[in-house]
């Protein structure tokens, strides 16, 4: 939707710095082996969609153990490279477009918060910003 997301989130990418800031996809999550993303402290998961049947049920299982603890560590398996082990101490991002349908959460689901953005392209500078503390102080 071009709302400026990522404009969002760069000052903590600044503030963690860019080699403990990570970016991933479901898809990454779904298929790959490797994981070295968890070794940052901040990992964004971007476009989170609907992956079609069993696959959205899947993912919130595969992303459990990512975004909440325990597990009190993770094992990071690295393309090139040896297996270690390092604390569970990332923050997790899940991002999408989709109001609905992005992400599959159970009704009774604690380990999430979600906000939203009513802000569309062309907005003026800073609704997204306005939009995102709006839902915060409710």
């Not at 404009?7 to 479901?26: C, D, H």
């Not at 994981?35 to 069993?54: C, F, M, P």
């Not at 009774?108 to 102080?137: I, K, M, T, Y």
Request: charged letters at 20%.
């Amino acid at each position: 939707m071009r709302i400026g997301k990522d404009t969002m989130i760069a000052p903590l990418k600044r503030t963690v710095g860019p080699e403990n800031f990570q970016v991933t996809s479901p898809e990454e999550i779904m298929t790959q082996p490797y994981n070295e993303y968890l070794k940052a402290r901040v990992t964004i998961i971007n476009e989170a969609k609907d992956l079609g049947g069993e696959n959205r049920f899947t993912f919130y299982e595969k992303t459990k153990p990512i975004i909440a603890a325990p597990p009190a560590a993770h094992r990071i398996n690295p393309k090139y490279g040896v297996q270690t082990i390092i604390p569970n101490l990332n923050a997790t991002l899940i991002m999408t477009n989709h109001l609905t349908g992005g992400l599959f959460l159970p009704p009774d689901d604690g380990r999430h918060g979600v906000f939203w953005s009513e802000a569309r392209r062309g907005h003026s500078p800073g609704d997204s910003l306005r939009s995102l503390v709006g839902r915060l102080q409710v």
